[in-house]
Structures are given as C-alpha cells and as structure tokens.
C-alpha cells in the first residue's frame, strides 16, 4: 500500500481508491504515503523539461502528490506562476492558474481521482472559483459538472466562467453554507463525486501552491506566509505541505503562516482567540464574496496547520481589504477582493508589531483581477466622457483630473 486515506482525528485507515470524504467517526480524511523519501533535486531539473505534466507546477512534485500512471492525470498544465516584489513583499500570482485561481491546482489533482475511480459526474458547492475550475477540468475530462452556488452571491466574473465551460448550475436560495450541506448530502445519496477541498485529494493539489513558491526562492523559506481563509482548504493545504517539506528535508526552517479572515466572516479567527477551545460557526457577510463563508468544512486541520507552524489567524476589516486590493491594482499586479486581505493582514500585523519590519514575507494572491469586475467598478475613479475633438481632451488633461 503505497498510498492511503487516514482520518485526521482517529487515524483509522482506509484504501486509496475508496470513495468517501470523511471517516466513520466523522473525522476528515488526509492521503498519507512515502513522502519523506523524496528528494526536491529532481523538482529543479523538470523545471526546464518540455512534458507537460514536468511543466505542470502541480506534477512537478508528483512523487509527493499522488502515485498514479501518468495516462491518467488530468492537466492544463497549472502552477508555474509568478512571484513579484513591490515594496519589500513578495506576491505569490495564484491568479495567473489557467481558470484565473489557485482552485487548479486541487483540481488537477482531484479530477485525475475521479476518473481513476470511475466518476461520470463530479460536484461542488462554491463562492465561484472552485466552480469555474471544476467546470473546465470536468470539461476537458469530459465528464458532467454540476455545481452549487448561493443565489446571487457570486462575482459575474466566476459565473460566466462556469456557465462557458457548460456545467450546469445550480443556484441555491441560500449562503455557501447551505449549498455546501446540500452538496455534501447530493454526493452522498446521489454517487456524485465531490470535489469541495473536503476531498483530501484537492489538498494534495494545493500543497504545491507553498513548495513552488519555495522552489522560487531556493528553498530559502520566507519568514511568513500569508494566505487568505474561507473554507480553510488552502490553509490546511499549506501546513501539509510545510511539515512534509521538512520532513523530507527540502527545508531546515519552518515559516510561520498567517491566515486572513474578513471581520464579517471570521469563525476561524473567533477559534484562535480562544486557542481553539470553541468551533465557532456564524452568518457569514463580506464584500469578499469568495471568502463569505461561516462554518469552515476543514476546521480540524487547518488548527493543526496552525499548530505545526506556529501560526497565527488575523481578521481584516471590508474597508482595510478594499483599500489594499486597490493598492496591489495601482502595483500593476492586480487580484480580486478576497485575496487582498494578505497585503491588509501584513498592515495590520505590521502595526501591533507581530510581523517585524525586517521579516520576509509572502502574500498568496488567490484570485485574478478580473474575476470580480463589479467590487472594481463600484469603487473605481469615474470615467470622463468627451467628445471626439482634441480640444476636450486638453480641457480634461488641463483641469488637472
Ligand atoms: N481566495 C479566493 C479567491 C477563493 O476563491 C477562496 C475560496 C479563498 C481565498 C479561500 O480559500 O476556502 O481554501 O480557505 N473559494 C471557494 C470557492 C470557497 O468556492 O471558490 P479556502
């Protein structure tokens, strides 16, 4: 058995190829197998390789991903993006994945499992991105899609998105809680395959997010890494992904992560400051609708992820989001509202002195500019509407606008 299923919270053990999302006592489930045998020399070399699954930055790692046959794998390729520097922090772009999310890499991951274990459909509740994603990886694998979506909820960006890969979608009257129960229910009475970050196969996918931005830097790890938190998959995704890196001794020192709530949907952050006596769950309101979300399905491993890294959960106000989504806008570097909450949880960790000055940091950038035109519009410098005469336009440039 080279890979298994393990429950986090009781460590019984289940086959690979069983469908099933948590464990008989309710726990979550994590694949588990030979990771820290694997060396990271072999990653650089495929960096410079022509095979697609090498130019995958998800496959790259594949020996610490999932055994599987390289028929199998569903890819775009995704990964390999980009790292910038604007003033002192370093942008991880998880935007510039092939749908526009870091959701790719989990779902290259998960839809190579749900052919592998025969799916014909495959599903997911969604804020939009995961939808999106699941929808053009269901397409190139050419099977059914169907998502959940709260009615209203969701940026026109993420939806056209999901409507142009032809899944079909299902608007529930209701919040991403809601929709999230009902797919949970829907892939267990109807044999759907789920695809929500709650299949521990996704998680594998979105180790990579954390051991590429590593690579980036030579292995030299960063002194923080700070990732925004919904549904906490990515955050447990990045704790994986950090203990088994210096398991296998890729690294000899362990960041400290730092992930960022929306004041309005903060049941995680409410947990941390009780050191986790409590799962609080609440009604969720933010104008970061990717991260409206108010009873996280990845509770139990996210704590552990925080645990591991010795990391810490800050909440960052709509306005102090805004404010740095505009910000990272005006760098040229762009990303929608959700994942701006990492420059606005630098500020203010910054500010009560938990980040110092001299520390290295890297910001997770979620989401692409464009997924949610609306939060830009609304908030954007008017457009001036002139006559096609090159007088207007040196009245206009002359008023000093
Ligand atoms: N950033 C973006 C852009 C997201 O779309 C999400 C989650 C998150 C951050 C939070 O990540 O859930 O792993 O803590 N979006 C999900 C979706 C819920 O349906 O697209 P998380």
Redesign the pocket.
Known sequence: MSEWLECVSCARKYPISDVRYTCECGGLLAVRGPRSAVRREGFDERRSSRKTIDQSGVWRFREAVLDVDESQIVTHPEGNTRMYERDGILFKHEGENPTG???DRGMTVAMTQAVRVGARAVA????????ASLAAYAAQAKLRAIVFVPTGKVAAG?LAQTLAYGALCLQVRGD?DAAMRLVLEASQRLGIYLV??INPFRIEG?KTIVWELLQDLDWNPPDWIV?????????S?FGKALIEARDAGWISKMPRLAAIQACGANPFYRSFKEDFAKRHRISAETVAS??R?GD?V?YDKAVAALRATNGIVEEVTDDALMSAKRDIDRMGIGC?P??ATTLAGVRKLRASGVIRKSERIVCVL??HVL?DPEAILKNADPMVEIEPDISAVERILASGI
């Open positions: 999310s870091f959701k997911c509740a969604s804020t939009g991105n995961t939808s993420k991403f929500n970050s979105q990732v925004p938190a919904g549904n906490l998959g990515n955050t995704a990717a991260i979300i996280p990845s929608e959700a994942s979620t989401g997924k």
